[in-house]
């Protein structure tokens, strides 16, 4: 029997909480897909994206977040931050780091990830991006390297030596993410070209070798990870949903990671049946990484958008190849993004908050009433 053999008979309904190990697995209960957590309870991971606290930092700000917080992440991180994510019915940190710059020309910049301490700070589940590769729809600037090259392969090594060694013992981590949006065929920009020709997969050798780039890629990021961290999922790209992805790319992956991540920002008309097929295709469960409440940004009229929450986040709990939803936050409404959960002066967009508190805790209970 291979890995994913295994994986997919995997049911951790049939196991006692100590049997199911002390990290987040993937399984089936009553043929639906769901995270487990180290206790062993069906887990649909509901995360905010985007958690950096810059825009408090200005200087007509700096004031208030020195005498409310001491200057101090831990204490913003403690004191308001994770009370409000909880209060909002959210039980993921899914990806911390946020766009700070952005320009049609020269792409975008995001804030560091969080490290491991704050991770600790927080105390809730996470998912951790691992920086192997550089090659994001909104990075214009960092070259593609040779992944037959010893370079890349003792860089992968780096990267998971320096942060998964750290983060192996851990049981609020839920797993590892790759690229955001890689850019396997297709590009934003004429400054940096696709890591593959797409004009090469006319051709069944074309074709035969972008399955092979992809499954050296794969392979190398995955043995680099298992190397310092044998248990934790790994969650792999996070993939543009609305851009051009070969079938390749996801079957060359699929031995090599435990769950499909994508961006896909659209409703969930769109979003569940696609999940459907792409589910067909690997056998592996479906992470929507990155995707914001449909039709967001209205702030004038924030009722509007905020009614769009709740049908996507049923249909996504309703998907049986689906294990959780990332809003692309923010949970700060920053200069950049300009949207968010809280603005700059701490206070929160209520109305937008109370439908998602409402459908999230609605979401908990449809878990623990068909899984728990």
Known sequence: MNRREFSNLLVLSALPASASGNFFRVGQRLGHWWFFSPAGEAFFSIGMNHIDPAVLLYPENLAHFREKYGSDRKCWLQTRVVPDLQSWGFNTIGWAQEVVLRTKTDG??????????????????YCHMLPFLEAHEWDYEQPIPDFFGSYFEDWCDFVARSQCALMAGDPKLVGYFYVDCPTWVHTRTPKKPPIFDPALLESE?????????????????????RRYDPSHLILGDRYEAKARLPQEVLRAAAPYIDVLSFQYFDDQTKICPDFERWHALTGLPILLADAPVPGRGDDAHPEKYSRNYEPLIRGLRETRSCVGWHLCGAYLKNRVRQYGFVDEREQPNQVLV???????RETQAYVQELAG
């Open 354 to 360: 109370s439908a998602v508190q409402k459908a999230n």
């Open 108 to 125: 975008a910049r995001h804030s560091r990830s969080f490290t491991w301490e704050e991770y600790q700070w927080a105390g809730m589940p």
């Open 205 to 225: 050798s074309g074709r035969k070798k972008l399955f092979d780039l992809a499954t050296r890629y794969y392979k190398l990021t995955h043995d680099a990870v």
